[in-house]
């Protein structure tokens, strides 16, 4: 993930659009990747995934995530240090889980766009 664009470069309009949808996201809940495409009425979670990836960097990445609630590879640790300060709901990860970490526990995490706190209304929690 990248925090600036190269010198000159102009963020795509879809990008914008992506990446005010991430910053929308309150701390403490994710949305997937297919839930900001569907929430934009456009693309899909690889279009919204590759905007994460090039352009991600200056907005909270860690709460766009894949639908399974695996951390995003390679920056699992710096994400689990934001979920854990946010207090995102996790899953603890099996003792046969590679590296132990733990998931998202989506039934929980997951933001509909219509709530700012976990569990509150709209939520799935109990």
Request: hydrophobic fraction near 35%; proline fraction near 10%; glycine fraction near 16%.
């Amino acid at each position: 993930m990248s925090d600036e664009l190269p010198l000159g470069e102009e963020l795509p309009e879809y990008a914008e659009r992506v990446l005010a949808v991430a910053e929308e996201v309150p701390p403490g809940r994710v949305m997937t990747y297919g839930d900001v495409a569907e929430w934009l009425g456009e693309g899909g979670p690889r279009q919204v995934g590759r905007v994460m990836a090039l352009y991600g960097g200056a907005v909270p990445w860690w709460r766009v995530v894949r639908s399974d609630g695996r951390l995003l590879p390679g920056h699992e640790l710096r994400a689990l240090e934001h979920y854990r300060a946010e207090g995102t709901p996790l899953r603890t990860a099996p003792r046969s889980a590679e590296g132990h970490l733990p998931r998202l526990d989506m039934r929980r995490a997951r933001w509909d766009g219509g709530t700012d706190t976990v569990g509150g209304p709209g939520g799935d929690n109990p």
